[in-house]
């Protein structure tokens, strides 16, 4: 009896060493690409930053320049998209959480909303590219923000309705007890208790569509000169990282690693930035 017992407390013992060696096997072997790419790119990077990057415009071949065009080419259709999809995302998300909680239609939304989260950016622009770049007859800013637009607003439509969901009901039932209407109670006491997650939710969308290229290349495509008109094709970090990568000139590599750094080192800081706040998500 005791030989059965050791045997089998044996066996539970292998199996649980050989699963938690696995798993940090495992871990390990992400880790070890991620430090790789991000030392690859801090490493190429680092020599291409100067002034000169901030205050000049993308270079003709073999001359020396900066990426000014796209930093704000690229902060510009960031800002028309959050604009446009956090607001939609927010009301849809508070729609799904305080008015459709159990019905058919909130399922069938967060059906769709699933979808739309997980399709390939690139079908996100050939769609805008289809119903708006053609019957407007050039790539223009606002075209790529469009596209940057819906792909932001499913991340904040599903972190709206998961934080509000979290709130007690408690809180809300106060609230009505004590004669508040419900739009008052939902500004009042959901979003209050709600926003650290809401914010973050932004954030995090934020930091997705901002390294975008497949999107931008069916709608804003880019622009070698400054230009802040969102009617006609403007500059923007993720494509001329591309086409500069992708070039035989050294000085266009040079500026597509400092680009790219420039772009890693604005998503971190966008993620310890949500980690930040995730951490104060719960109601109080």
Known sequence: MNTAKNARYLRRRFWNVFNLGMAMATTLFGLFWLVWILWTTLSYG??????????????????????????????????VAVMIGTPVGILAGTYLAEFAQGSRLAAVIRFFNDILLSAPSIVIGLFIYAVVVVPMGSFSGLAGALSLAILLLPVVLRTTDEMLGMVPGTMREAALALGAPHWKMIVQV?????????????????????????????????????????????????????????????????????????AAMAVLVLSLVSRFLIKDRSPR
């Open 46 to 79: 680092a020599t291409a930053l100067n002034m000169e990057l901030f205050t000049g415009d993308t270079p003709a071949p073999g001359s020396i320049g900066g990426l000014r065009n796209a930093f704000v080419g690229s902060l510009l259709m960031i800002g």
């Open 190 to 262: 959901s979003y209050r208790a709600a926003r650290s997650g809401i914010l973050t939710g932004v954030l995090l969308a934020v930091a997705r569509i901002s390294g975008e290229t497949a999107p931008l290349l069916f709608t804003a495509l880019s622009n070698q000169f400054f230009s802040t008109n969102l009617d006609k094709p403007i500059a923007n970090v993720p494509v001329v990282i591309f086409q500069f990568a992708m070039s035989p000139y050294p000085e266009w590599q040079h500026l597509a690693w400092a680009g790219a750094l420039i």
